[in-house]
């Protein structure tokens, strides 16, 4: 992917959360049962960063655990969202390529559904290097991605974009797609930018990045469709 393509995508998603921010926050108001274990990877003094926070959500579950915690998003929309539900929370306006934090700051990161954001693999190990940074020695990563093999998956679009990549006519990577964000009366109000991960992807741009992979599996919701990956790393 052309970077200034790839530029143009991270300025399309800050803006179109910051369209979607209320309703996306609505969405969201408690963290998904699937998600939960992740929680256990924290521990009572640990100083979290949560990147992608959107509305803040997880700080919901973390702040019984006595921790520092700092949330940082890069739609403006969202950290709205989130100082309005916790007015107490540190939250900051950013995005995942640079981050504003020292060296070896945190003890862990957390970045759910973040990630598969970032276009182009070049970006995905920058952003990834930017966390590495600010992670203290044996710190931990906690990630989460859309699943290429999931259920939901929209093979239509990923198949057309992949055919257009092959003959050279796609701006967008293989397992690139666009997806819908709908109002409650079902009109489309944008389209996000996805990146499908598998798990030897994610697996690799980590280690590219410099992590140690401690695992990488699926994330457990039977119920619904969207069984997404997560990654646990080690600096």
């Known amino acids: 992917m052309r970077q200034e393509y790839a530029k143009y995508l991270i300025e399309k998603t800050r803006r179109d959360y910051n369209v979607i921010a209320k309703h996306f926050s609505s969405t969201r108001e408690f963290m998904w049962k699937d998600l939960m274990p992740l929680i256990d990877y924290t521990v009572s003094g640990d100083k979290v960063l949560d990147l992608g926070c959107g509305n803040g959500r997880l ?3 973390l702040k019984e655990k006595g921790i520092e915690y700092v949330g940082m998003d890069n739609s403006e929309g969202l ?3 989130a100082k309005r539900r916790f007015p107490k929370a540190s939250f900051k306006v950013g995005g995942l390529l640079t981050l504003p934090f020292p060296e070896d700051t945190f003890d862990k990161v957390y970045c759910i559904a973040t990630l598969h954001h970032i276009p182009s693999n070049e970006l995905r190990v920058v952003a990834l290097k930017e966390i590495k940074r ?3 020695p044996k710190g931990i990563l906690v990630l989460t991605v859309w699943n290429l ?3 939901k998956t929209i093979w239509r679009k990923v198949i057309r974009n992949n055919l257009l990549k092959v003959i050279g006519f796609a701006k967008m990577d293989f397992n690139d797609i666009l ?3 709908k109002d409650k009366d079902g009109k489309v109000l944008i389209q ?7 798990k030897r992807e994610l697996r690799n741009v980590a280690k590219k990045a410099g992590f ?3 695992d990488v599996k699926v994330t457990e919701r039977p ?3 969207d069984n997404n990956l997560f990654i646990i790393c080690q600096k």
Do not use: D, G, N
């Not at 996000?192 to 598998?198: A, E, K, M």
């Open 223 to 225: 119920e619904l469709k």
């Open 192 to 198: 996000r930018y996805i990146h499908l991960f598998t």
């Open 134 to 136: 600010v992670l203290k």
């Open 59 to 61: 700080f919901s579950v």
């Open 179 to 181: 997806v819908p964000w």
């Open 79 to 81: 950290i709205e969202e």
């Open 212 to 214: 140690t992979v401690q």
């Open 149 to 151: 093999w999931q259920r």
